[in-house]
């Protein structure tokens, strides 16, 4: 019975270490993705104004 009981809250740690990894990656290529969209925004921003200015 203790045994079992190790096993799975060992497991339970063990999943809810691999959820918190997912998590914190997802978390990075979001944050990622964001910055990337805001790079490309701003990009094509400065675009239309150099094309509004000539």
């Known amino acids: 019975m203790s045994e079992k009981t190790g096993e799975i809250k060992g497991k339970a740690k063990e999943m809810k270490g691999e959820m918190k990894g997912k ?3 997802m978390e990075g290529e979001i944050k990622g993705k964001a910055k990337e969209m805001k ?10 104004e150099g094309k509004n200015k000539r």
């Open 23 to 25: 998590a914190k990656e």
């Open 39 to 48: 790079g490309r925004m701003k990009g094509k921003a400065k675009e239309a």
